[in-house]
């Protein structure tokens, strides 16, 4: 039954949201929680003001290079999943790479999101050194921001990520609760991809952190999984509705409602008011990006340059050879959401404050050497010295 009282409190948690009030978990958990139609609408919209207020029209565009579909794991959800038949597996090479690079920096792309499976030739012959040669390659050709999806990391291989000067290191939870965690991610600890996004941290780079929709959680689940990765200081969030893939354990589990990821998303902004949240083109193409970004997104992820035989995740291969995962081929679908995109500067600013903004953090309150707290603030002037952004 529609409660007023409900309706009340649920109008003032947006307020004080769009007035830049931080949540608690408990509020967090109330407008997950509602299934009024009128309360829902209230909260998509106030995420988009938050969304507004902190970043205008602007959209962050993200190029995306999965150059290995080798997979020693055995997620349940998962494509690429190591006993899955069904994908085609291949390794590109350092120069295929740098080609595929330059045309996602000529198309206008602001980041490279170098992703990969936790490749057996690297993680099981801890041949990490074939990593860090393309990450270096790249780094050295391409000026624009670097990310790596590369797997649970030893902490010694992302310290030298951070020396390259990779900005983010991208590694999902998919859920904090544990019990989930261990059905979905077969064999896998759960406090290893949690202390080693807190190395990357320390590292002095970007997380960013992200939750499956639909693989089994509860709405409490999506509370807490919002809350610890507030708690442990992701820069980047992002929810993805869950797409069964052929071949895997789940194929025939149906995906959510796309209302449940917008609304996740939507919460997500109100609670990561000037962070980054991504909406995929990978999981239902156009139709479901435009209703990503107006729910509160402000970062397009999965752009593939065409003709690259490059393959997505959620969706491998939809609509790459057409050329529609551009930033050229989505700019028509932006400006008719009255969004445009932002320029490349503006997204180098963004994160070196951001990096700046964490490192006081750490500065103020996380038990660190002193002189590594240092060099963390001599790299990002350094940075924003060589890409003429002060």
């Known amino acids: 039954m529609y409660s007023k009282a409900k309706h009340s409190q649920i109008a003032t948690i947006l307020k004080r949201a769009v007035l830049g009030g931080q949540l608690t978990k408990k509020e967090i958990l109330s407008l997950l929680e509602t299934d009024s139609p009128k309360d829902i609408y209230g909260i998509l919209s106030a995420a988009s003001q ?18 290995s579909t080798y997979c020693r794991n055995a997620c349940r959800f ?8 069904e994908p085609r597996r291949y390794r590109k090479s350092i120069q295929e790479v740098l ?18 499976g936790e490749d057996p030739k690297i993680y099981s012959e801890r041949r990490y050194d074939t990593l860090l040669s393309l990450v270096s390659a790249v780094k050295n050709e ?15 291989v992302i310290r030298q990520l951070a020396r390259i000067g990779v900005d983010w290191y991208a590694l999902y939870q998919e ?17 290893d991809r949690i ?7 320390r590292e002095g780079l970007l997380i960013e ?26 820069s980047q969030v992002r929810a993805m509705g869950f797409v069964p893939q052929k071949g895997t354990p789940m194929e025939k589990i149906e995906s959510p409602t796309l209302l449940d990821e917008l609304r996740v998303i939507s919460v997500m902004r109100l609670v990561f008011q000037n962070k980054l949240i991504p909406a995929s083109y990978d999981i239902d193409g156009i139709r479901g990006l435009q209703l990503r970004l107006l729910a509160g997104a402000n970062v397009v992820t999965s752009l593939i340059p065409p003709g690259s035989d490059l393959m997505g995740v959620a969706q491998s291969d939809l609509d790459i050879k057409y050329g529609k995962r551009t930033p050229e081929g989505i700019r028509p679908y932006l400006r008719s959401i009255g969004m445009t995109p932002a320029s490349k500067n503006d997204y180098l600013r963004w994160v070196e404050t951001e990096k700046t903004t964490m490192t006081n953090r750490l500065v103020q309150g996380i038990r660190r050497p002193r002189e590594r707290v240092s060099s963390i603030f001599s790299h990002s002037s350094r940075i924003l010295s060589e890409r003429g952004i002060v």
């Open 195 to 201: 202390r080693a996004k807190r190395n990357a941290r």
């Open 99 to 116: 080609n595929y690079a330059r045309s996602l920096e000529a198309s206008g792309a602001h980041l490279i999101d170098l992703t990969m």
């Open 209 to 234: 952190e992200g939750i499956l929709v639909g693989v089994g959680e509860t709405i409490v689940d999506w509370a807490e999984s919002i809350y610890s990765m507030m708690k442990i200081g992701a």
């Open 142 to 156: 391409i000026k624009l921001s670097l990310m790596v999806s590369p797997g649970v990391l030893p902490k010694s």
């Open 78 to 85: 998962c494509y690429y999943r190591s006993p899955n038949p």
């Open 175 to 191: 859920t904090y609760n544990e019990r989930l965690f261990r059905r979905l991610r077969v064999g896998q600890d759960f406090s």
């Open 50 to 67: 938050v969304r507004q207020n902190q970043f205008g029209n602007s959209v962050f565009l993200y190029g995306f290079l999965y150059f």
